[in-house]
């Protein structure tokens, strides 16, 4: 019967250093999974960052150009406040300076439409980071840098009609209403400018929190396994001394009574 029981608990001690084993190997493989997956993750979210930057850094560049065509349009505008509009000559001026803002106009609206896309995503990646636990100050800077972009496509969406009134006013009206004009556009496109250096400055630092989310998941992981290992190790010589134990408890001889 000792030697049964011996037998019995140094089977039960060898099962459980194998499930400790088991254990212990099932946490580390748990633990490279999802530091793998937390990694292509991070690296997706970073190449698609990277990604946006690159647009938006051409947007930029189309956008400065914009934005120097309307300052000479409205140099040129201002320049010939000083003229009389009656003239014929002053007249196919502005004729001709309203040919090029009008296009410029349009350049200007679409980008800014295109860009409303990029609102919404920036306000969207706020909203998922705020539903996991983050916080930002309100206005946080990304919500700022949409509301600026959505207000500088309203600016620059100008009616028709405003558009047709100027064309339509009267010789002494054309140069006022045609730099007011100007001077709305340029005010839209320098917000267009703002909210879109907003939003690269955001992306950055988008980058920047992806980075250490990512080393913050891969530290706690780690050290979730280490924990998870120390605890199947304390776990584990337990059942080596049960073994131990049986072993030595079914090789002692029993004791006769004489």
């Known amino acids: 019967m000792r030697r049964l029981l011996g037998i019995g608990a140094t089977v039960l001690g060898a099962l459980g250093v194998l499930v400790c084993a088991a254990a212990i190997g099932g946490g580390w493989w748990t633990a490279v999974r999802t530091t793998d997956r937390t990694d292509r993750v991070a690296s997706r979210l970073n190449h698609g960052l990277s990604e946006a930057d690159v647009r938006l850094e051409r947007v930029e560049k189309r956008l400065a ?14 320049q010939l406040m000083a003229e009389n509009p009656e003239l014929p000559r002053v007249r196919a001026a502005i004729e001709r300076l309203l040919d090029r803002l009008l296009p410029t106009i349009d350049r200007a609206a679409a980008l800014a ?15 998922v980071v705020v539903q996991l636990g983050g916080e930002f100050e309100q206005p946080s800077r990304a919500r700022t840098a949409a509301d600026t972009i959505d207000r500088a496509a309203e600016v ?11 064309k339509s006013a009267a ?24 909210g879109l250096t ?61």
């Open 113 to 127: 439409d295109s860009l409303r896309a990029v609102a919404a995503g920036l306000r969207a990646v706020e909203d």
């Open 65 to 78: 150009a914009i934005r120097a065509d309307l300052a000479e349009v409205r140099d040129e505008a201002e």
């Open 156 to 166: 620059l969406n100008v009616p028709q009609a405003r558009i047709d009134a100027v």
């Open 171 to 194: 010789a002494v009206r054309l140069t006022r209403e045609l730099i007011e004009l100007v001077r709305e556009v340029v005010a839209g496109s320098e917000r267009l400018a703002e």
């Open 198 to 258: 907003g939003a690269r400055r955001e992306i950055t630092d988008a980058h920047e929190r992806v980075e250490q989310r990512r080393v913050q998941v891969v530290f706690w992981v780690r050290v979730a396994a280490v924990a998870h290992t120390l605890v199947w190790v304390w776990i584990g010589l337990g059942q080596v001394c049960l073994v131990g134990w049986g072993r030595r408890f079914a090789r002692r001889a029993p004791v006769r009574s004489a």
